[in-house]
């Protein structure tokens, strides 16, 4: 059953039917296609095209549909091309065709997939704010744990500054405050109702369009009817904050797949998100992590896949827009299970801070700690820079740690180093000289905390 054809002598060829369908995919709206014709049929009451008698017999058949939606055969007519389809021939089978078909005055199939889509997202949206807040959770928890742990930070992937634990962790949250922002950001796009454009042109009925608006919890409606018929850029927003959170996540996983590996050995992964090799037998390997990682790529696909699809149609409506939904259903599956599973990743970890610490002490991480001490002192940045560089080199030259240093022998290295700037050889000490707001210094990293606290607070409502 086909929702046009007045205009056709014969039907479509096999092959174009088959490859045009899609209900094997945008059956995922059927609960939303329903509480939107709902709303519709309130409207279309409103105005005199429905009797309250059949606006009743309508919302009662569609509220029943909503119940058996999820039930084995519910999608079983091979002659329904669409989730619109299908719809449409179980009215007609319960109602007849005559109460059925006025279900679509005023509406077009364009307005209404927008409609549907905007509907489910907003709720895919909520779901992956709120998982977000329970990973930002998840991070402040492992802060606390180590409060007091020094890591290397690293620039290059080589050992830089010493940093406190729960920094590190800090900066994890506030990418995923910005991811948590931005899908906000995107919800208020996505959160304008678009019912009453009709095709492009309007709809030819005066639905009261803030009225089904206010019915199915939109903030506003739409502006102009041709926009909403060639409209994607809600998706792209969408989509766009997918990708930034999906960015976050992979940079975690690739962090914590090497900082748990031999080669650096000081965090340790729970037992739940790890699995063994089936053949060798000592292997523990970050499996949860790198599916993370590449599922990245999976998600950017789509984003990319999408801006192709828009960037050279005409307007308005063109057909090529149906292919956004797969992706769009993928990108969310990915998005929302990604964060799921970073979550429990997470609280499962752990750190071993005696050999992060060693890591520290075993490289020469403090040398901008005695650098920044001589430009305290009054010496030009750029010749303390030169002058902690030769103090290095002859360490390396000599097979000497930062920590094998004395004041004694320091100041003996060269004139400009004081015996109290010794004590920065432990990178403690160093750490100390950085308490600016932002900092890694520790009273700064506690103020930090705290206020991560709070704002997680306020995300959680």
């Known amino acids: ?61 569609l509220e029943a549909m909503r119940g058996e939606a999820s039930q084995r055969g519910f999608f079983d007519n091979s002659a329904d091309e669409d989730v619109h389809t299908v719809v449409i021939h179980k009215l007609k089978e319960r109602l007849g065709a005559d109460l059925a078909d006025k279900i679509h005055t005023g509406r077009s199939r364009n307005d209404q ?10 709720e895919q949206i909520d779901s992956g704010r709120g998982l977000l807040t329970e990973l930002l959770g998840e991070l402040l928890q492992l802060a606390h744990r180590y409060p007091d742990a020094i890591i290397p930070g690293y620039t290059h992937t080589r050992r830089a500054q010493p940093v406190l634990w729960p920094h590190y962790l800090l900066a994890y949250f506030e990418m995923f405050s910005r991811d948590w922002e ?23 009925f005066p639905v009261d369009r803030d009225a089904v608006a206010a019915e199915l919890g939109f903030a506003s409606v739409t502006r102009n009817s041709m926009d909403v ?35 650096f050995g000081w965090m340790d992964l729970g037992d739940g998100v790890t699995s063994g090799s089936s053949m060798m037998p000592q292997k523990r390997n970050p499996d949860s992590l790198e599916l993370i990682r590449g599922k990245a790529g999976r998600v950017f696909g789509a984003y990319i896949g999408l801006l192709v699809t828009m960037k050279g149609l005409p307007m308005t409506y063109n057909r090529d827009m149906q292919e956004d939904k797969q992706p769009l259903f993928d990108v969310v ?47 030009p940045f750029h010749q303390a820079h030169k002058v902690v560089g030769q103090l290095v080199l002859e360490s390396v030259k000599a097979g000497k740690t930062a920590r094998q240093w004395s004041a004694e022998t320091l100041t003996a290295f060269h004139p400009a180093f004081t015996a ?18 932002g900092g890694t210094g520790p009273q700064a990293v506690a103020g930090a905390l705290a206020e991560a606290g709070i704002r997680l607070r306020e995300m959680r409502g």
């Open 1 to 61: 059953m086909k929702l046009w054809g007045g205009r056709f002598e014969g039907g479509p060829s096999e092959v174009f039917d088959r490859f045009g369908r899609s209900l094997h995919f945008d059956k995922t709206l059927i609960d939303v296609d329903l509480r939107g014709s709902i709303a519709h049929a309130k409207g279309l009451l409103k105005i005199g095209i429905l009797s309250a008698e059949e606006c009743t017999k309508l919302i009662s058949t």
């Open 113 to 122: 997939v927008s409609l549907d889509v905007r509907l489910w997202l907003r």
């Open 182 to 204: 931005r899908l906000g950001d995107a919800r208020r796009r996505v959160n304008v109702m678009p019912l009453g454009s009709g095709a492009l042109a309007g709809s030819g």
């Open 229 to 263: 018929s060639a409209d994607r850029d809600f998706l792209l927003d969408f989509e766009h904050a997918a990708n930034l959170t999906m960015l976050h996540l992979s940079r975690m996983a690739e962090d914590w797949i090497l900082y748990t590996g031999e080669e």
């Open 333 to 379: 599956d990915q998005l929302l299970s990604s964060i799921e599973m970073a979550t429990v990743v997470v609280r499962t970890a752990t750190l071993k801070p005696e050999i992060a610490l060693a890591a520290v002490e075993q490289s020469w991480a403090v040398a901008t700690d005695l650098a920044d001490a001589l430009a305290r002192s009054g010496m």
């Open 420 to 437: 109290d700037m010794a004590a920065l050889l432990d990178p403690r000490a160093g750490l100390s000289t950085r308490n600016i707001r």
